[in-house]
């Protein structure tokens, strides 16, 4: 099936710091991809959908200009946690769609995940 | 009321035994339906995909949809230790664009 890759898998930085990860589709083309927001024992919160080639649409409550998101090629994006505080750290999980092999309807494939700690 | 409403468990089963995860959605325009498994510290991985009513197997597990009711359900037939997780229910809202998740259904089955 289709593959989503992240970096990094995990990344610890300092309350103050921009942490950026990035979220490839290794086998096939992604116009559109998702980021997702996981904290512990809660389920995936959809951040923002991040368009090739145009602005991101983000989530009601999602303040768009720390989290900066920059789809900047059919293949890639990224999202940039501007100054990073400990509220922040969570599980940032990408996917794309793309076409199920066994039939026609597209369904979600998700990236690893990158685990965000902020001290 | 929350889009995608699942019991939060956790489940407890024994092996070898049907486990039955369910899951009520409010868009009822909602086309697709999915049922992913997520173990701790990972990302949700795909079981199973469900588009009209009625029942889907594959394997040992079996979706079920009812759209007049809104309600999609997964059965786990001889469940194992192994599907010890928490297994979340999406759909894909009516513009066919969004995914929208659940919270989860943390799964035990005790060997």
């Known amino acids: 099936g289709a593959v989503v890759s992240q970096h990094p898998s995990w990344v610890i930085c300092k309350s103050g710091t921009s942490v950026k990860i990035e979220c490839r589709s290794l086998?096939?083309?992604?116009?559109?991809m998702f980021w997702y927001r996981q904290f512990p024992k809660q389920s995936l919160m959809l951040m923002a959908t991040?368009?090739?080639?145009?602005?991101?649409?983000?989530e009601q409550g999602v303040e768009k200009d720390k989290f900066l998101i920059n789809h900047a090629s059919l293949t890639l994006s990224t999202l940039t946690v501007t100054s990073a505080h400990p509220e922040d750290s969570s599980f940032y999980i990408c996917?794309?769609?793309?076409?199920?092999?066994?039939?026609?309807?597209?369904?979600?494939?998700f990236g690893p995940g990158t685990r965000l700690t902020v001290l | 009321q929350k889009e995608v409403e699942q019991n939060s468990g956790p489940l407890s089963v024994p092996e070898g035994a049907i486990a039955s995860l369910n899951c009520t959605y409010s868009?009822?325009?909602?086309?697709?339906f999915f049922w992913y498994r997520q173990y701790s510290g990972k990302s949700p991985e795909l079981i199973m995909s469900?588009?009209?009513?009625g029942d889907k197997e594959d394997g040992r597990f079996t979706a079920q949809l009812n759209k007049a009711s809104q309600y999609v359900s997964l059965l786990i037939r001889d469940s194992q230790p192994s599907d010890s997780a928490t297994y979340l229910c999406a759909v894909t809202t009516s513009g066919g664009f969004k995914t929208i998740f659940g919270a989860g259904t943390r799964l035990f089955v005790k060997a």
């Open positions: 868009d009822r325009g909602s086309q697709s």
């Open positions: 996917s794309a769609p793309g076409r199920m092999t066994s039939g026609s309807t597209d369904t979600q494939y």
């Open positions: 469900i588009y009209s009513n």
């Open positions: 086998d096939f083309q992604a116009t559109t």
């Open positions: 991040s368009n090739e080639g145009s602005k991101a649409t983000y």
